[in-house]
């Protein structure tokens, strides 16, 4: 039982997980669950209870049963004594000044990176205003590499998302290319099928892979297919770079997603047995989100927030190239406008970054949401300042397949200008070459008869 009073009134809190939801900030997902503060007083007394707690408590009252969730074992087997010494005297809110200090730098957060478990990195989150959350963020690097080198300071990389309602070949083609030429593409050419078919599925790798090879693009190719389906393809002899999967942060959200730890485990190192890195074997790819847990039935009175976090403990387990948050994709009953969608996403890359992670944003929102593109310009700045590893590239910022606004060419382009920032080296030394951008970064005029151009048509 934790407590505190205000004001001669007394607010107690049953266990660790009712003070972290009551912690929580404000969002449409927790008041849908049940489990948000009835008041602001609440929540300030619920956030001044959580400063107060040791870290050393979130490994021994687990939020949910360790023998009821495979996930919960996960960040209970594989916490790191050795790393957690550094901060095991601390409390949530000591915590919280140790991260903000000149003294704890870059070198020494990832020392201590495996000792954090996800409840305690969305408990300090809690704690935090959005500069707080960016501040911290912006001195993680989270480096990690494939085919080129993603999430080193002064860098920012673009998935390029060249989508299409039926599959189309030529559509996504044309796309691809568009994306390539505005210097996007980075991170990963990831395309979201219209069908989990392997047969397309395969098409759609074929297409990518061909590209890469004609053009020697440093890059790395998936299609978001069910890891079932990627297996599957593996087996055939495919050619998939990066093993994609949606995840969730307990066990029964993820069951909803037809995964499980042991079917995770075989696609790893089915994908890691292929070799297809030059420079590194990152070969995983996680999309996740507030709100899966909540939308599957499967939150177990956890906040929403935290069941994010929690996903990101199965995401380390795998040393993926690539992690995001489709922190607006879900919609407003999770989080219902562009402040609660901002806040999220500050959380989402915070915690990621916190625990070791690569983490991007799809800076995004559903058509019905109370949000609209300067929340997301806001956004989009802001997570740049925070040192996000990569965000998406889509034609106009539209998905035609996913009917949800997201991020443009453009948008990466005005991120790099504003913030000094630039593609991964490789990449960028091939857009020299390619002479689609100048030493200086600069998009430069395309001739209509560039090779890339002309590859459309063919």
Not at 357 to 371: I, Q
Request: hydrophobic share 40%.
């Amino acid at each position: 039982m934790f407590k505190f009073t205000v004001r001669n009134i007394v607010y107690r809190f049953q266990d660790l997980k009712t003070l972290l939801a009551k912690a929580s900030p404000y969002r449409t997902g927790d008041v849908l669950a049940g489990v948000c503060a009835e008041s602001y007083e609440e929540r300030v007394a619920a956030q001044i209870a959580l400063a107060d707690v040791p870290l050393r408590m979130f490994l021994n009252e687990v939020i949910i049963p360790y023998e009821q969730d495979e996930v919960t074992r996960l960040i209970i087997d594989s916490h790191d004594v050795n790393a957690f010494a550094l901060i095991s005297s601390l409390t949530v809110g000591e915590f919280r000044d140790w991260l903000l200090s000149d003294e704890t730098d870059t070198a020494t957060l990832k020392k201590i990176e495996v000792g954090i478990t996800p409840e305690m990195a969305a408990a300090v989150s809690k704690l935090m205003r959005n500069q707080d959350l960016i501040a911290v963020a912006k001195k993680c690097e989270v480096v990690t590499k494939f085919r080129n080198t993603i999430g080193l300071k002064g860098h920012f990389s673009t998935r390029l998302q060249p989508n299409h309602p039926t599959d189309d070949l030529k559509g996504i083609a044309a796309s691809m290319i568009d994306g390539l030429l505005y210097g996007s593409g980075d991170a990963v050419i990831g395309i979201n099928p219209a069908t989990d078919s392997p047969a397309v599925v395969q098409n759609l790798l074929e297409l990518i892979d061909n590209v890469r090879q004609q053009f020697d693009i440093p890059s790395q190719s998936c299609v978001l297919s069910h890891i079932t389906s990627t297996l599957e393809l593996i087996n055939k002899g495919a050619p998939v770079d990066l093993c994609f999967q949606s995840i969730g942060g307990t066990e029964k959200t993820n069951t909803s997603f037809g995964i499980n730890l042991a079917l995770l485990d075989e696609a790893y190192q089915a994908t890691l047995s292929l070799n297809r890195g030059t420079i590194g074997n990152n070969v995983m790819y996680f999309e996740t989100g507030q709100g899966s847990a909540l939308s599957a039935n499967a939150n177990h009175g956890v906040d929403q927030q935290t069941c994010e976090t929690r996903a990101y403990a199965i995401a380390r387990k795998y040393k993926p190239l690539l992690v995001n948050t489709v922190v607006g994709f879900i919609g407003p009953e999770y989080l219902y406008d562009g402040k609660q969608i901002i806040r999220a996403a500050l959380e989402d890359h915070f915690c990621g970054k916190l625990l070791g992670l690569p983490m991007g944003v799809d800076v995004c929102y559903t058509n019905h949401a109370e949000a609209d593109q300067d929340d997301m310009d806001n956004l989009l700045t802001l997570i740049g300042v925070a040192g996000c590893n990569f965000i998406m590239g889509i034609p106009g910022s539209d998905d035609i397949m996913l009917n949800y606004q997201s991020t443009s060419f453009h948008d990466a382009l005005y991120l790099r200008k504003v913030l000094g920032l630039r593609p991964a080296p490789e990449f960028e030394r091939w857009l020299i070459k390619q002479g689609i951008v100048d030493e200086s970064g600069n998009i430069l005029t395309v001739n209509p008869s560039h090779k890339l151009l002309t590859a459309i048509v063919k």
